[in-house]
Structures are given as C-alpha cells and as structure tokens.
C-alpha cells in the first residue's frame, strides 16, 4: 500500500514534469511511428533493431520511444502529433503512407525534424528516405538462375507498389544475367504479413513446379514451406536462417541502424538538413545475409555480383532492357533514373503476370 | 502428383477452419452465440506454441492450446451465462481481450521457429498414388479433425444428450420447465466451444506455419463463424464448407501463379462471394434453414426461481 | 462450494442504471491498476496517462471527437438493427462503400468545385452504405439466408475492391505509383469546427445529430415503436400488422446510410483521399460501442466518447511510460468485461449461493 501512495507522489510529480518539460533539455527525444507490432520479424522488427542499434550507440545522449501498430490514414497524424508535443525532436516515420501526416504535422512543429521512410516529400524540416531493396534481389536473381533446375522461381509479392515491382523486375534481370529464358511466377497476397496465406502461396508455386521461391511479404511462413518441401528460398527484411537452416540461399537484410545513428547525431550537433535520399549496398543500408546452401561457384559469382553493385560498377537496371510487352525501356548501356525506379510500375520481359493499370 | 498436392494444401487450409466451426456449432447448438472464436484461437496459437517449444513436444503443446482455449471460453461462460450480458458484445470483448493477451503472452517466442507436428507414415500405405499421402500421410490434427465431426454429428443427432442441447437450443425456457440444467449444458457447450478454437489455434502454430506471431489467425476465427451459419448447423456441412472455402482459396492462388492477369484483388474475394452464393442457394430453402437454426440463439437465460 | 445466481428484478433498478457506470470504472481502475503493476509500471501514472491525460490538451480533445465520431455515427445505426434483430456485422464494409461512393466526386471529377460538392458527397456516401447494406437486407428477406454471414463477407469484398481501386483506376498518377488517390481538393474537405484549436471536423456534428434524430424516431415515433415490438417479438409484431421484411430493410437502410456517412467524413474529413484502408476497424469497433450505448442513441454517445478515449490514452500511455499497445488491447476488452458485468446489475439481483446450504433447505 505504501509503494502506491509513494507511486500516487510520483506520478503526479511526473504529470507535472511532463508539463514544463524540464527533464527533456539534455537527452535527444527520439521518436518512432511503427506501421506493424515490432514482434512481426521483418518490416517493423527492422526498424526496432535501427532504433536498438541507435540507443547502444549513442548512450545516454538520446532516449526513444516508439508507438506501433499506427493505422495509415486519420490516426498516424495525432500519433506524430502526439510524439511532436511530448518533446520528441527527431521523428521517424516508417511507412510509406505516413508521408501526408508527416508534412502536415511538420508544418506545426518547425523546430522538431521529421524523416520518412519511404514516400517523396521532403520539406524544410522533413526528410525522406529509402533503400535500393532492388539491388538486393538482383543478387538473388543470380543465385536462383544458377541454382534452379526447372528454370522458374515462384516469387510471393504483398502489394504492387513500386518498391515491390521494383524487387522482381531486378530479379528477373539478375537471373536472365546468367539464364536468358529465366521464369518468374508471380503470387499476389494482398498482405503484408499473414503466415497462413503466405504458406498457402507458396506450396501453390511449389506446386506448379517451381523450385526456387523469394518472397516480398514479411512473414518467415514461405521459408518454412521452402524447407519443408526441401527447395531452396530466399529470406526478407530479416535474415531467416533459422527457419531455414538447409533452405535459406540468403536473405535481403533491411540495415537501418547506421542511417538512424547518423540522423540522430546529426541533430545532436546541430548539422540536421532536410535530404532525400536513396541509399543502397554502398551505404550499408542492404545487407545480404551469408550466402548459404550454395557450391562455392556459385557462391563466388553472388560475391562479385554483389561487391559490383557496392561499388557502383553494376547497376540493376542498364539497359539493353526490353519492358513485358516487347518495347523498349533501356537502351544498351542506359541506366534508369531514381524517378522512374521509384514509381515503377512496369514488368521487364520474361515476368509471367499482369500488374493492375 | 500435383493433383493430391493440391488436395494435402487445401486440407491444411480447411483444418483450422473445420475444428473452430465444430466447437461453435455445438456453442451455438446450445443457444449461445460466443463471437470469440478469434481471440480464444489465437490463445490456443500462442499457448500450444510456447508449451511446445518450452518442452520440444509438439503434443504437448496441442494439450496446452485445448486447455488454454478452454480456459479463455471460461471468461466468455462467467460473464454471458451467470451473468445474462450480453453475449454479441461479450464475445467481442473476448476477441479484443484474446488478440492483446496473445500479443503479450507471445512477445518473447516471436523469431522462433517451432516445433512442428509430425505427418504419420505407414509403409505400404501412404506411397499409394493420388489418395495414399491424403489418407495416410497427414499431421493428427487433420485426422482429428474428421473424427471430431464424426463425433460431433453422432453426439448431436444420435444421442440423448444431444438432443437434450439442441432442445435446449430451441427454447431454454421450456428445456428448464422440464427440469433441464439449462447452465450446465451451456457451460460444457462453451468449454468444448473453448477447446476446439485452442486446437484450431494449436494447428496453426503447430501445423500450418509453425512459428508465433502476433495476429496469426488474421480473421480465421471470423471464417470458422461464417461457416457454421453457412453449414445451417449441421457438422458434415461444415467440414464440406471449410473444404470449399479451402480449395477456393487455395484455387485463386494457382489461378494467378498460371498468370490468368485478373486483378489479385478479385481473385482474393472469391472465396468470400463464393461463401454467399452457396449460401443463398443452401438457404432458399426457408423451411429447412429454419428447421436448423437454434431458435433461442444469442438470447440470455435466467431460470425464473 | 459457492455458486453465483443471479434473480430478475420485478422492474429494473433506476438506482444501478445510474451506478453501473461508476461500478464498472471502479472496478477498471483497480483491475487496470493491478495489471499495470504487474508490469512494473507506476499504476497512478498509468491511469492518469489513460483516462486524464488525453483530456488535458484541447488538441487532444479535438482528436477524441474526430475518433468517436465514425464510432457514434455507425453504432446509432448499427443500433437500430440491433433493437429490430438484425444482426448486421458489416457495418465495416459499408463504411467502406461510403467512403468509395462519395469519393466519386472528388477524385473522377476533380474539377467540378463549389459549394454543392460536399452536400453530393455526403449524400453519394450514405447512397453507397445504403446500396452495399441492402444487399444482405435483400438476400435475408428474398432467399432467407442469413445476413450474420452475408455482411461479414462482403465486408472483405468491400476491402479489396477499395484495394484495388486506389491501385488500379483511381491511383494518383501524379504520386509515383503509390496506392492513393489524389488528394480532394479544398470545397470536398469537410471542414474543422474551430480550426484555431485543432482539425476536429464538422462530421462529429452529424454525428450528434444522427443521434439526436435516431433518438427522436425510436422514442417519439410509430416506427421506432415498430421496431421494438417486432425486434421483442416477431410473432407480436406480424399480430399487429407489421411486416418484418419492410422492417429489415428499414433498419439495414438506415444503418447503412449512416456507416456510409461515416465512411465518407472520415475520408473528407480527417484524411482527404482514399487509400488501400480507410478504417483501423471502426466498424467491429462500433458494434461494441452499440452494446455500450445499451443501444440507445443517447447513450451511445457517452459509449463512442469512452471507447475513443482508451484509444487515445493507450497511445499517451506508450509515450510517457512505454507500456506497450497490447496493454491497450487488454485494458480495452476489461472495460468492455467490467461494464457488461456491471450492467447485469441493473436487471437482476446477484445472490452467492453456497451449495451445501442449498442442498440442505431441499431436503428440508
């Protein structure tokens, strides 16, 4: 009982803390808008992971606090808000349907710095950032047309946003790289992360014969179906490797860690401007997960692949490319324009299915 | 060879299904409505999952994920049978209730790979071509559940106490002028009600995928509802429901792998429209769907003293 | 061995309707309090963060009107289904099918503006409920099937085709191949009450309003009285002349009318587009917020007011004491647990009944 009247005292000592904001003066608040619980494994975990990584580095110089599961639409804006008001000056909005709220919330608060993930609006005090997934799955498009039998990997999509065509158009260009008569089948979930209907999608594409499977939904379900049916899979978001130990070829790992510490340290000491960037392997925002599961050959030959588009020799999408219906995209020796890969909304040659108009 | 499959994908998508609806069939059999189903099958997930993976024995945590769902469907019981509220909103809150515990309960298994039960294998048996690995090389969750339709058909139609629930069912008020425990039969219908949902979670977790995260039954529990209105009460319905709502969905996932380009949205809803118009065919019928239902179904019982 | 029996009151008890309330916030805070020390949090603070924090700040309240108002809108609705036995679940979908219905305007013909573009939206809105809520209404009384199912599917199938609209036709093709429309342009903005202080919009408004007139039909007026009397009793209800089928039809109508006005303000109002979702679940939440209201437009008010200020003060709680959402979750369906409990009070005396007590004034 005495622990609680002791409790009483101290929150409302803490209410009224909370109103003059005294004890805010010396830490960075950091804040985080989570559009799934941290305990999916893969889109949310990562970010939690990023803001981990954040506090471990930086220590007693900044303290976080995130709020998860935020709907898209009428509630992130009170929930930016909400994190604005209690002090919070650097506030990461990690889902691409945050991008209206984030601007309209930035425009009450000047003196807080916003960055989202994802989306392309930037203003005076929002920046906007975003990863070349994309060239990750290139380095698997390469792997799994070497390692394929059949020739036609089954490839599990969540939605047909660009960032998702993106990823099995640069596939389909690493495998036609090694194999020009590569396949891809093409599953819509209509999900982001439900494990049943994932499993479902991918014994369906075990079934009709495909041997390699690469996901871009969040849940591990996929690479336990892969494991056991006893074909090989590639992970996302989160090295899986566990849930594939005999399975997994490798995993596109989304790395926020180093941007979020570099952001935050940038505000610490004042340097903070609004950017939008796009970053990939080079930054270490793209981690591939071991190579597993492969002869070492062709384990070399994801390496160099990958050390290529590192360096920058190597990008995805240079032509000669021809788009799904036979036109030109690429000419030979092109590259595409970060405009056109963020809103892709086209299949390459070889992509065997039809994306809404 | 693609054929049965095919049939193994759709079975392992109508299990879940089937187990939860029976469980409800025989709630709703007794007159109540509990709209828990959700929240009591993803206890089941989250228990029958850590049960397992704390002992390594699948089986044990399927006996967990019973006793957990029963346990759950104890808390819907208290509340809308002692206490006569309202069972439409009880059940919600259940659900509500069930996805938030889950959540916690579960926090530290998510990333895990589980355990997974086992298919049986008898030699000579299961290398039969196209039924062979269908009838004899399933996990025991699927056996199960054929056997509990089996039992729940038996129980409602062929035995005393059957009769006596689905009287109940039909008009507690009289059911009670004969001296019928209304309660006790309602309580037990509840439990098994419970037990059922938490093995239907248990073959999730188990079975299906078997790993924890949050929300896994992503609305299973919602289906399993749908189908026991669809399958007007009666078992052997159900599990023909769950298998059609099974192979549809599982149908529109080859249908697009085959690259047929209509838009995947409509393909998603197919098992949904499917649902209805077998539905409205089925019940066009207005004397025997209302042979069927249970006509003092989500109405409370007070035994007038 | 003890029993709990509960006994009918001869009439229900004015002095607990007017405690319940009380009884059942008491029993929230301590049952909150213990689960919030089990955690380890300060239980004080995290009842304060819950219940009084959100209500600190007039921005915050403005938040509070801007999430019961789809909450209020579509239980009142849902209400009178519920009173005429019309069990519609999927109030849902015919949010959605509001906020497509009356996004028709906005997005197809963004060029028409004036003054006359909202009243068309809000009316397309509730025209769209409507349509989408007659359907179960018409398969229940034309093929008798059961409208529990019918409407719970078709709120998926509202989902996706919303899905794919925003994907598909009525994608922004100014917005980089997102899955959004263009944003409404400023006469299809519903606009704030009192902008100086927050975005509260003007569809709290019609929210009270729709109660207000819900209220006044169900009490004042001869269908009101119809769909008592045949939501009692069917057989009652046909002896007097009433047609159940009409009456069906009447309370989907109206219930979808006003879940499609709801669907319509919140896109308009708190979010300018449509997007792949436009509800975090209102419509399952407002089925909740029905029974809360002890289905009376009136008090769903006070429901819609209470259930969007435990979403509010779960998020103040994440912030100030990093209680995680889920807490939110539990603490959620415990308020629920404890006010339905707290109702049984009003219509029935609960007795402990210990058995061997029992046992022995039978035999005697």
């Known amino acids: 009982m005495k622990k609680y009247i002791l409790g009483l005292a101290a929150g409302l000592g803490l209410a009224s803390l909370a109103v003059t904001g005294a004890f805010a003066a010396d830490k960075l608040k950091v804040g985080f808008i989570y559009i799934g619980p941290p305990g999916d494994f893969g889109w949310t975990y990562q970010h939690d992971q990023g803001r981990k990584e954040m506090e471990k580095a930086l220590g007693d110089q900044v303290e976080t606090t995130f709020l998860e599961?935020?709907?898209?639409?009428?509630?992130?804006?009170?929930?930016?808000?909400?994190?604005?008001?209690?002090?919070?000056?650097?506030?990461?909005?990690?889902?691409?349907?945050?991008?209206?709220?984030?601007?309209?919330?930035?425009?009450?608060?000047?003196?807080?710095?916003?960055?989202?993930?994802?989306?392309?609006?930037?203003?005076?005090?929002?920046?906007?950032?975003?990863?070349?997934?994309?060239?990750?799955?290139?380095?698997?498009?390469?792997?799994?047309?070497?390692?394929?039998?059949?020739?036609?990997?089954?490839?599990?999509?969540?939605?047909?946003?660009?960032?998702?065509?993106?990823?099995?158009?640069?596939?389909?260009?690493?495998?036609?790289?090694?194999?020009?008569?590569?396949?891809?089948?093409?599953?819509?979930a209509n999900s982001w992360f439900d494990p049943g209907k994932e499993a479902d999608a991918a014994k369906a594409l075990v079934d009709q014969g495909v041997d390699i499977i690469t996901q871009h939904t969040d849940s591990t379900a996929?690479?336990?179906?892969?494991?056991?049916?006893?074909?090989?899979?590639?992970?996302?978001?989160?090295?899986?490797?566990?849930?594939?130990?005999?399975?997994?070829?490798?995993?596109?790992?989304?790395?926020?860690?180093?941007?979020?510490?570099?952001?935050?340290?940038?505000?610490?000491?004042?340097?903070?401007?609004?950017?939008n960037v796009f970053e990939g392997m080079k930054e270490g925002l793209v981690v591939m997960a071991p190579y597993t599961n492969m002869p070492d050959d062709v384990k070399k030959l994801a390496e160099e692949t990958q050390a290529k588009i590192a360096s920058g020799e190597l990008k995805p999408f240079t032509g000669p490319v021809k788009k799904q219906d036979g036109s030109d995209w690429l000419k030979a020796g092109e590259t595409a324009d970060d405009k056109t890969i963020l809103s892709m909304n086209f299949y390459v040659a070889g992509v065997d299915d039809k994306l809404p108009q | 060879m693609m054929f049965e499959a095919i049939l193994l994908t759709v079975a392992t998508a109508a299990t879940p299904l089937l187990i939860a609806a029976l469980g409800e069939l025989v709630v709703e059999r007794s007159g109540v409505l509990n709209l828990g189903v959700e929240g009591m099958m993803i206890m089941g997930a989250v228990c029958g999952f850590a049960a397992a993976q704390m002992t390594g024995s699948a089986w044990i945590g399927l006996i967990a994920a019973i006793c957990a769902g029963a346990a759950f469907s104890l808390l819907f019981g208290f509340l809308s049978l002692t206490l006569a509220t309202n069972q439409y909103a009880t059940g919600l809150a259940l659900t509500l209730l069930g996805l938030g515990a889950s959540a916690m309960i579960g926090e530290s298994f998510v990333g895990m790979p589980g355990v997974r039960m086992q298919s049986i294998s008898i030699p000579g048996l299961t290398e039969i071509p196209f039924i062979g690995k269908f009838l004899f090389?399933?996990?025991?969750?699927?056996?199960?559940?054929?056997?509990?339709?089996?039992?729940?058909?038996?129980?409602?139609?062929?035995?005393?106490?059957?009769?006596?629930?689905?009287?109940?069912?039909?008009?507690?008020?009289?059911?009670?002028?004969?001296?019928?425990?209304?309660?006790?039969?309602?309580?037990?219908?509840?439990?098994?009600?419970?037990?059922?949902?938490?093995?239907?979670?248990?073959?999730?977790?188990?079975?299906?995928?078997?790993?924890?995260?949050?929300?896994?039954?992503?609305?299973?529990?919602?289906?399993?509802?749908?189908?026991?209105?669809?399958?007007?009460?009666?078992?052997?319905?159900?599990?023909?429901?769950?298998?059609?709502?099974?192979?549809?969905?599982?149908?529109?996932?080859?249908?697009?792998?085959?690259?047929?380009?209509?838009?995947?949205?409509?393909?998603?809803?197919?098992?949904?429209?499917?649902?209805?118009?077998?539905?409205?065919?089925?019940?066009?019928?207005?004397?025997?769907?209302?042979?069927?239902?249970?006509?003092?179904?989500?109405?409370?019982?007070?035994?007038?003293? | 061995m003890m029993r709990i029996e509960i006994i009918r009151r001869p009439q229900h008890s004015a002095l607990f309707s007017a405690l319940s309330p009380f009884i059942a916030l008491l029993l929230t805070?301590?049952?909150?309090?213990?689960?919030?020390?089990?955690?380890?949090?300060?239980?004080?603070?995290?009842?304060?963060?819950?219940?009084?924090?959100?209500?600190?700040?007039?921005?915050?309240?403005?938040?509070?009107?801007?999430?019961?108002?789809?909450?209020?809108?579509?239980?009142v609705g849902l209400s009178v289904c519920f009173l005429s036995n019309n069990w519609n679940i999927g109030a849902e979908g015919q949010f959605i099918a509001g906020g497509v219905a009356g996004s028709i305007l906005p997005v197809v013909f963004p060029d028409f503006q004036g003054w006359y573009v909202l009243p068309v939206m809000l009316v397309l809105g509730m025209a769209?409920?409507?349509?989408?809520?007659?359907?179960?209404?018409?398969?229940?009384?034309?093929?008798?099937?059961?409208?529990?199912?019918?409407?719970?599917?078709?709120?998926?199938?509202?989902?996706?085709?919303?899905?794919?609209?925003?994907?598909?036709?009525?994608?922004?093709?100014?917005?980089?191949?997102?899955?959004?429309?263009?944003?409404?342009?400023?006469?299809?903005?519903?606009?704030?009450?009192w902008t100086a202080s927050g975005r509260a919009h003007w569809g709290f408004v019609l929210a009270l309003l729709a109660a207000l007139l819900v209220w006044f039909m169900l009490s004042r007026m001869l269908s009101g009285y119809e769909i008592k009397v045949l939501g009692r009793s069917a057989r009652a209800g046909r002896f007097a002349g009433f047609s159940a089928g009409r009456l069906t039809f009447f309370a989907f109508l109206i219930s979808g009318a006003l879940a499609g006005l709801a669907g319509i303000s919140e896109v308009s109002g708190a979010v300018g587009q449509l997007r792949p979702s436009i509800s975090p679940g209102y419509g399952f939440t407002a089925i909740i917020v029905a029974f809360l209201g002890r289905l009376n437009p009136l008090g769903i008010i006070a429901a819609g007011l209470v259930l969007a200020l435990t979403y509010l003060g779960g998020e103040a709680a994440q912030i100030s004491l990093g209680i995680s959402e889920k807490s939110a979750r539990i603490f959620q369906g415990m308020v629920l647990f404890f006010i339905l409990a707290s109702d049984t009070l009003i219509y029935y005396r609960i007795r402990i009944v210990s058995r061997s007590v029992e046992t022995a004034a039978k035999g005697a």
């Open chain 3, 128 to 193: 769209g409920g409507m349509a989408y809520a007659a359907i179960p209404a018409l398969l229940k009384t034309r093929f008798n099937t059961n409208e529990i199912l019918t409407s719970l599917m078709l709120v998926y199938v509202a989902q996706l085709f919303l899905d794919w609209l925003v994907r598909g036709p009525w994608r922004n093709p100014q917005g980089y191949n997102f899955p959004e429309t263009i944003q409404f342009n400023s006469s299809a903005i519903l606009p704030e009450i």
């Open chain 3, 29 to 75: 805070l301590l049952a909150g309090a213990v689960l919030f020390a089990i955690l380890g949090k300060n239980p004080v603070a995290a009842l304060y963060s819950y219940f009084v924090e959100p209500l600190t700040e007039i921005w915050s309240i403005h938040e509070l009107l801007i999430k019961a108002a789809p909450l209020i809108l579509i239980a």
């Open chain 1, 69 to 188: 599961s935020v709907p898209e639409g009428a509630d992130a804006e009170r929930s930016i808000e909400r994190l604005a008001r209690a002090g919070h000056k650097l506030i990461f909005t990690t889902s691409f349907g945050y991008m209206d709220p984030t601007v309209k919330v930035a425009q009450k608060f000047p003196d807080v710095k916003f960055e989202h993930a994802t989306g392309y609006k930037t203003a005076e005090n929002v920046s906007v950032y975003n990863s070349r997934f994309y060239e990750g799955r290139y380095v698997q498009g390469v792997i799994a047309a070497k390692m394929s039998k059949v020739g036609v990997a089954g490839y599990i999509g969540s939605f047909p946003i660009p960032e998702v065509v993106q990823g099995i158009n640069a596939f389909m260009l690493g495998a036609q790289s090694v194999n020009p008569d590569f396949k891809v089948k093409v599953i819509w």
């Open chain 2, 137 to 305: 090389g399933q996990d025991p969750i699927f056996y199960i559940s054929i056997a509990l339709t089996a039992a729940v058909a038996w129980f409602l139609f062929r035995t005393k106490a059957g009769l006596t629930l689905r009287a109940i069912g039909d008009n507690h008020t009289s059911a009670h002028a004969l001296g019928v425990p209304v309660l006790r039969y309602r309580y037990l219908a509840v439990l098994f009600g419970g037990a059922c949902a938490g093995l239907a979670g248990a073959q999730l977790s188990l079975v299906y995928v078997p790993q924890w995260v949050e929300n896994m039954t992503s609305g299973r529990g919602w289906i399993a509802l749908a189908l026991v209105v669809f399958a007007s009460w009666r078992p052997w319905r159900v599990l023909a429901g769950a298998y059609l709502f099974g192979a549809v969905t599982i149908g529109q996932l080859h249908a697009q792998a085959l690259g047929i380009g209509i838009p995947s949205q409509f393909m998603s809803s197919l098992p949904y429209l499917a649902t209805i118009i077998v539905l409205v065919l089925i019940s066009r019928n207005k004397r025997l769907t209302l042979m069927n239902t249970p006509a003092s179904l989500g109405k409370a019982f007070v035994p007038d003293r």
């Open chain 1, 222 to 275: 996929p690479m336990q179906v892969a494991a056991e049916r006893k074909i090989k899979a590639f992970g996302q978001a989160s090295d899986m490797i566990k849930f594939g130990p005999e399975t997994q070829l490798t995993s596109i790992v989304d790395n926020w860690g180093p941007y979020y510490i570099e952001r935050a340290k940038a505000v610490i000491d004042g340097s903070w401007k609004s950017h």
